[in-house]
């Protein structure tokens, strides 16, 4: 069996304070943090044995703090990327943390979805640590909150990184793009479009469910982030049987590690090889994101 899975434990703690963020410079206690560290550790147990089972996982680390400043994560994402059975690891971070761990990780394996908040650290040492992973043969992605305000910074990124390096854009949650500000971020990320409305789901084929699930640090299984109902547990294998093809039963999707797995979109295509990671499989010329561009709702 082939699934990806979406892994969010309890770490809630951030060392950024984002305005737009509810996590933002939220410290862990100690318990809250030896939790997320036993349940990690446990989740990584798992996932090693299913090669065992003839499986094969992608997984996406998804924590609502910063994971990399934690050693645990560090050293386990290194681990488990080079698991002949894990086809992807990745997870999303702010690039805080220091990059030499990556040494000892597959970096065919192992990638990073990384976003940069303006005010949050300097420009030039968050290009600095791109920089870095450039020269250690990381895959990465970078981005950004499309609000008026990180335009220029944008256009720096756009401008300072690697040709071949991703800079996507996420529209900024409960904004309404005129088509003149849509353009001007389309040009720096032709697949802004997918991200500038929320996409109408309800009753539309989702691969969640079926070959994407999330896991909490409990490892209770569900469709996705965004839907509460169970579907059983990771460690008893009680989920299993629930797996088969779904309907999304929410009206709208509007983030990104979810609608990416809609089958109406054809984000599977624009990312294959990189859907976790958010980096597609090659620059989408200009006419073939006119064609792909989804309709407003």
């Excluded at 090669?51 to 050293?75: A, F, M, N, Q």
């Excluded at 500000?181 to 032709?190: I, S």
């Excluded at 169970?230 to 929410?250: H, I, K, Q, V």
Aim: proline share 8%; charged share 25%; net charge neutral.
């Amino acid at each position: 069996m082939d699934l990806t899975i979406l892994y969010r434990g309890p770490l809630a703690s951030c060392d950024y304070d984002c305005p737009y963020c509810p996590f933002a410079k939220r410290r862990d206690s100690r318990a809250q943090l030896t939790a997320d560290r036993a349940a990690l550790a446990r989740f990584a147990e798992w996932a090693a044995a299913q090669g065992e089972h003839g499986d094969r996982l992608s997984i996406l680390c998804t924590p609502w703090g910063e994971g990399l400043v934690r050693s645990w994560y560090r050293r386990t994402l290194a681990e488990l990327s080079r698991l002949p059975h894990i086809r992807r690891v990745a997870i999303q971070t702010n690039l805080s943390c220091r990059t030499d761990w990556l040494a000892e990780a597959d970096l065919d394996t192992l990638a990073l979805w990384c976003t940069y908040h303006p005010g949050q650290t300097p420009y030039d040492r968050f290009l600095a640590k791109t920089r870095e992973l450039t020269a250690l043969g990381a895959r990465f992605s970078v981005g950004i909150v499309g609000f008026p305000e990180h335009l220029e910074h944008a256009r720096r990124l756009r401008a300072d990184l690697p040709e071949q390096v991703y800079l996507w854009v996420n529209a900024a949650e409960g904004r309404s793009y005129t088509d003149a500000e849509a353009a001007r971020w389309t040009a720096l990320d032709p697949l802004f479009p997918f991200s500038r409305h929320p996409h109408e789901s309800a009753g539309l084929p989702c691969r969640t469910g079926e070959s994407v699930i999330s896991v909490d640090g409990d490892g209770t299984v569900r469709r996705c982030h965004f839907v509460p109902a169970e579907l059983g547990n990771l460690y008893d294998g009680s989920y299993r049987t629930a797996l088969r093809p779904r309907a999304c039963p929410r009206s709208v999707c509007d983030c990104h590690i979810g609608y990416v797995h809609l089958e109406t979109l054809p984000l599977y295509d624009v990312f294959a090889g990189g859907v976790l990671e958010r980096i597609p499989a090659a620059a989408p010329p200009a006419r073939a994101i006119q064609l792909l561009r989804p309709t407003p709702p």
